[in-house]
């Protein structure tokens, strides 16, 4: 059976010993031979070093798909844009204006998200959350469930995580990437975990932005199931069927 691969490229978390930690979060998707970069990290240069150390070239992502317009998952957009102008770039329709234009001349189109959109096949876009600050997710269809991958949750990771799950009408799995966590009381950490665990969701892996206090608490909950994240950190899951044959049809 085939396997959906996630490989984090930045984050402020540690993990292989020869990339850089630095604010900020990217991660890369790859189903087959198609790959799509979620988020771009705040610096595009340790963007790019941490890519070409780990073996992945920015020529080959046929996708860029942004969670938010904070600099810690933009600042990178214009170093991979240099590196490959033939993206596709998905990001949220209320991004400025001038961000917006900016990458439509740079990158080969641009789509502006508010609902859930196909990235690749059995990848997508969750809904546009707004509460404050406007924020999208993806989401990967895998044999277990959906593996939801979030850049900040700003709007909530349950939230986001529920918006997934009700586009693809599968249990949500797992959960990774920054839950914006710090600073976040116990009492609030177990409701949210209460509230993952309602959509499903058996593993969890908190990073960037989620504090350390949340990631203490969730590794104690979740204890086995869950998933260790920092920059480097190679995940893998089992291909949805339906997404592997769609594959080995194209």
Partial sequence: MAEIEMVVVYDNYPGKKTLQTAHGF???VRAGERAVLFDTGGSGQILLENMEKLGLDPAGLEA?????SHWDHVGGLNAVLEQNAELTVYMPAVFPRSLIKDVRQRARSVIQTDRPHEVLPGVRTTDVLDQGIAEQAIYVETAQGIVVLTGC??????????SAKAASGREVHAV??????AG???RE????????????AQRVGPCHCS???T??????????????????APLSFAQAQSQETAHSEN
């Avoid at 204890?223 to 260790?228: K, Q």
């Fill in 211 to 213: 504090g350390e206090k």
């Fill in 176 to 181: 990774l990437g920054g839950f914006h966590m």
């Fill in 64 to 68: 860029l798909v942004l969670s938010h």
């Fill in 215 to 232: 990631r203490q608490v969730m590794r104690e909950a979740f204890g086995p199931a869950y998933i260790e994240i920092g920059v480097g």
């Fill in 189 to 200: 950490i177990d409701l949210v975990i209460d509230g993952l665990r309602r959509l499903g």
């Fill in 153 to 162: 949750a700003h709007p909530g990771v349950v939230q986001l995580a529920r």
């Fill in 26 to 28: 990217a991660c890369v």
């Fill in 184 to 186: 976040a009381s116990v």
